[in-house]
């Protein structure tokens, strides 16, 4: 198995915080796939389809980075792609807890395939995308918390589902 590694979430939308832990992992691993995971449980602002487009759009030109989609285990997408690590990103300790179940239970599903935590910086360890889409709804400053290319991907989206006002 090579050192790839793979970087799930569901990424709706990605943030400053998400490039700031592929940038940090992107030193640890030659190649990482950003994987748009999961199913829509979450009631995601965009499609898994449009978050792969936009991934894409904001990590061009970072090399090594793929960016795939995938609704199955991760588990089974690491081993079809041959992938020795998952890369989780941890904001505060009340993630570890249920990352840690997770990595776990991914443990028994892939023995070969390492978890790997990293702490998020210490200015983008409260940044969320269920906050970042709060707080730009209601007309709060995100830019320093995500790409221009995202907040204007949700200014389009957001004036889409009010009518365009």
């Known amino acids: ?20 832990i592929l940038d940090r992992a992107l030193k640890l691993f030659p190649e990482i796939t950003i994987v748009v995971a999961g199913t829509d449980k979450k009631n995601p602002l965009f499609s898994s389809e449009e978050r792969v487009e936009l991934i894409r759009e904001v990590t061009r030109d970072r090399a090594g980075v793929k960016v795939a989609r995938w609704s199955g285990l991760i588990m089974e997408y690491a081993r079809e792609n041959e992938i020795s690590a998952v890369v989780r990103g941890l904001r505060a300790a009340s993630d570890f807890e249920y990352e840690f179940m997770m990595a776990s239970m991914n443990k028994r599903i892939h023995s070969n395939v390492e978890t790997v935590f990293m702490m998020t910086s210490q200015d983008l360890y409260f940044v ?38």
């Open 1 to 20: 198995m090579t050192r790839k590694a793979i970087y799930p979430g569901s990424f709706d939308p990605i943030t400053n915080g998400h490039l700031d």
């Open 128 to 165: 969320s995308s269920s906050m970042i889409k709060e707080l730009f709804r209601y007309g709060g400053d995100i830019s320093s918390y995500v790409p221009e290319v995202v907040q204007e991907r949700l200014k389009l989206r957001l004036n889409q589902k009010s009518g365009g006002e």
